[in-house]
């Protein structure tokens, strides 16, 4: 019997397993599960079930028994196996675990975490919101941009097409181009403000973009980086490929757009983070 089978010690004749990994209780079914997954992590079926499953049982081993438990009651049953434990939590920081996750995936560790993060958006969908704050009070704040994936439902999230094709019109641009602006942008402002604010805007905005957001917190290490506005607009230019002139245009349709995509409380605590001559970036209150 593979570690896929179950987590943990557990027979097959014990009551209470049974009973657990038999119940219902699912919001969605294991092929919506998996659809999910294969959608967001834009991997085909056969590796987004086994992302799924490496993610899940990894994700057990870091988790309470208990917690656990309660997690696999809400989710599909051919799944309930992977998240059933009688083992204590294992106290790993998210190297290790997508160190694991990796080495059960049979992919390298970049992969693991671009498949986890769509798993984790998958895991949203299913469960509920008090069910995905229980989970992230057991794990430490390295895992913050995973549970941010599992949070998106919980917010109104303006679609990526939407956001890109405000920006396109702002600032004059076809699709691509928009496309290019935005990430631009959200890398560089990920770089500028701190980690934690760019946890708290991941879920605010579409999957589509997290993708920057996330590259630009890795870039800084979390740690607000000190740059000018002239530092700024060039870290934008530079990552987008165009001159100073055309990053400020992107920039002020990017925090237009910014504006109009998460609520007032949230855009206020981004932008609070920036200094005062960045305001000629930012649109009219």
């Known amino acids: 019997m593979t570690e896929y089978a179950l987590v943990g010690v557990w027979s097959r004749s014990s009551h209470a397993a049974e009973t657990l990994l038999s119940g219902g209780g699912a919001t969605v079914d294991y092929r919506e599960f998996i659809q999910v997954t294969q959608r967001e992590g834009g991997i085909g079926g056969d590796l987004a079930e086994r992302a799924a499953r490496a993610t899940l049982v990894t994700l057990a081993e870091r988790l309470s028994p208990g917690q656990a438990r309660d997690l696999l009651e809400q989710l599909p049953a051919e799944m309930k196996p992977w998240l059933y434990t009688e083992r204590a939590a294992e106290g790993f920081d998210i190297d290790e675990f997508l160190r694991r996750v990796a080495e059960r995936e049979g992919v ?82 990920a770089e500028r403000i701190a980690g934690g604010e760019v946890d708290d805007l991941i879920p605010r905005l579409p999957l589509a973009l997290h993708g920057p957001l996330r590259r630009g917190r890795a870039t800084s290490g979390g740690a607000a980086r000190r740059m000018s506005l002239d530092r ?44 005062p001559d960045y305001h000629v970036l930012l649109p009219e209150p």
């Open 108 to 189: 390298d560790v970049e992969t693991a975490e671009r498949h986890a993060h769509a798993v984790f958006f998958a895991l949203g969908q299913a469960v509920s919101r008090d069910e995905i704050a229980d989970v992230a009070d057991e794990l430490p704040q390295d895992f913050e941009p995973l549970v941010a994936e599992a949070q998106c439902r919980f917010f109104d999230v303006m679609p990526a097409e939407d956001f890109l094709a405000k920006v396109a019109e702002r600032a004059g641009l076809d699709a691509d181009e928009a496309r290019r602006a935005t990430e631009a942008v959200l890398e560089a402002l």
């Open 232 to 275: 700024f607009v060039d870290r934008i230019a530079e990552l987008a490929g165009v001159d100073p002139l055309e990053a400020r245009e992107y920039a002020r349709a990017v925090f237009a757009t910014l504006r109009e995509a998460v609520r007032d409380e949230e855009y206020f605590d981004v932008t609070v983070q920036l200094p």
